[in-house]
């Protein structure tokens, strides 16, 4: 009996193992799981509500007609996430947009949407490859 638990736990952890990298392929315009952490889904949620404007959902900063440069913040370390977004909102860093957006977050807000984007998984290709195809 006990063996049966275990199996269909182990079972359960892979099947949700393998929900997420399908997710990860698909992008980031489908809704979060609800299998997937509170954290998670919140960070989402405020991401897309104050966020997404301008590091776009997905974090890939969409500057395209703004004055000011805006950083791509996917799969970006969680904790320098954290550290970047208390920095300004203890005014330690001065920024005239991101100052006044870290202040309307709370602790668990910054802990949230660090979760968010810092699990947002990106390939890296070697620019020698990439410029090594001939240009279309
Ligand atoms: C109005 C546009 C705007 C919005 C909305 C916005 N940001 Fe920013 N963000 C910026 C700009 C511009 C910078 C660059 C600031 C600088 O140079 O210090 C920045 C910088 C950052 C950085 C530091 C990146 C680094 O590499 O140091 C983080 C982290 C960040 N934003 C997270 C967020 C999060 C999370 C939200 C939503 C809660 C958010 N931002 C909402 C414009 C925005």
Same mark, same amino acid.
């Given at each position: 009996m006990k063996k049966i638990i275990f199996l269909s736990i182990l079972l359960s952890f892979i099947t949700a193992k393998a929900e997420?990298?399908?997710k990860s392929e698909s992008g980031t315009g489908a809704s979060v799981r609800s299998n997937?952490?509170?954290?998670?889904?919140?960070?989402k949620k405020k991401a897309k509500a104050i966020c997404s404007a301008c590091h776009g959902i997905d974090g890939q900063a969409a500057s395209g007609g703004n004055s000011v440069i805006i950083p791509n913040i996917t799969a970006q370390?969680? *904790? @320098?996430?954290?550290?970047r977004l208390k920095a300004y909102k203890a005014g330690k860093i001065q920024h005239d947009q991101m100052t006044i957006i870290a202040g309307m977050l709370s602790?668990? *807000?910054i802990?949230?949407?660090?979760?968010? @984007?810092?699990?947002?998984?990106i390939r890296?290709?070697?620019?020698?490859?990439?410029?090594s195809k001939p240009s279309q």
């Open positions: 997420d990298a399908i997937l952490s509170a954290e998670l889904q919140n960070g370390h969680k *904790d @320098y996430l954290i550290a602790e668990q *807000d802990e949230n949407v660090a979760e968010w @984007y810092s699990r947002i998984k890296i290709f070697d620019p020698n490859l990439v410029l």
